[in-house]
């Protein structure tokens, strides 16, 4: 998000240029909209910006509950330790002073495809489970081994109903019923 349109257009084609879908704001606020309706893995954001800051709008960011964390670049003509720091406690992951040379801009957006790529790893590790393969009870942690409709029903809506697959059908059942 940038409200200058020289700017803006030369951001799109280097984005364009190094993979990334880009979408636009004209300022902070618009862009507040438009992040709480998409997922946005990355986000560049000017720090001076109509109606909402960028450094305002990186800690709305950071504190709204997001299964996919969101990259951010912060770019100002600010320079400096003090806005630095400001920018990063605000929540920003990056820094960059303007104008921006683009092929430092171009080693972020590739650093960030790092990092992000890095978290996304840790997410689908995080989401496996260790599961008992005979009794597929799921472990919770420690010695906790709870019912995998259990802790199904627990963290989701799901629910559940029961019925016998065909091969346990051919496996368990049909053997018990030729036997009576």
């Given amino acids: 998000m940038d409200d200058d349109p020289v700017f803006l257009s030369l951001l799109l084609d280097i984005l364009a240029g190094e993979g990334h879908q880009a979408a636009t704001a004209s300022d902070g606020e618009e862009g507040w909209e438009r992040f709480?309706?998409?997922?946005?893995?990355?986000?560049?954001?000017?720090?001076?910006?109509?109606?909402?800051?960028?450094?305002?709008?990186?800690?709305?960011l950071r504190q709204m509950a997001r299964e996919h964390y969101p990259y951010v670049i912060l770019i100002?003509?600010?320079?400096?330790?003090?806005?630095y720091l400001e920018?990063?406690?605000?929540?920003a992951d990056d820094?960059?002073?303007?104008?921006?040379?683009?092929e430092l801009l171009i080693a972020r957006?590739?650093?960030?495809?790092?990092?992000?790529?890095?978290?996304?790893?840790?997410?689908?590790?995080?989401?496996?489970?260790?599961?008992?393969?005979?009794c597929k009870r799921i472990n919770e942690g420690e010695d906790t081994w709870t019912g995998?409709?259990?802790?199904?029903?627990?963290?989701?809506?799901?629910?559940?109903s029961h019925g016998i697959c065909e091969a346990c059908y051919?496996?368990?059942?049909?053997?018990q019923l030729e036997g009576t």
């Fill in 36 to 60: 709480q309706t998409a997922d946005y893995d990355l986000v560049l954001c000017d720090w001076m910006m109509p109606r909402l800051s960028g450094p305002s709008l990186c800690r709305r």
């Fill in 148 to 160: 995998m409709e259990s802790y199904i029903s627990r963290r989701s809506e799901a629910t559940f």
């Fill in 170 to 175: 051919q496996t368990h059942v049909l053997p």
């Fill in 87 to 91: 920018g990063m406690d605000a929540g």
């Fill in 76 to 83: 100002t003509t600010e320079s400096g330790r003090t806005h």
């Fill in 95 to 102: 820094f960059l002073a303007k104008p921006v040379d683009v």
């Fill in 109 to 134: 957006l590739r650093v960030a495809q790092r990092i992000l790529g890095l978290h996304h790893r840790v997410q689908r590790l995080e989401g496996m489970l260790r599961i008992c393969c005979y």
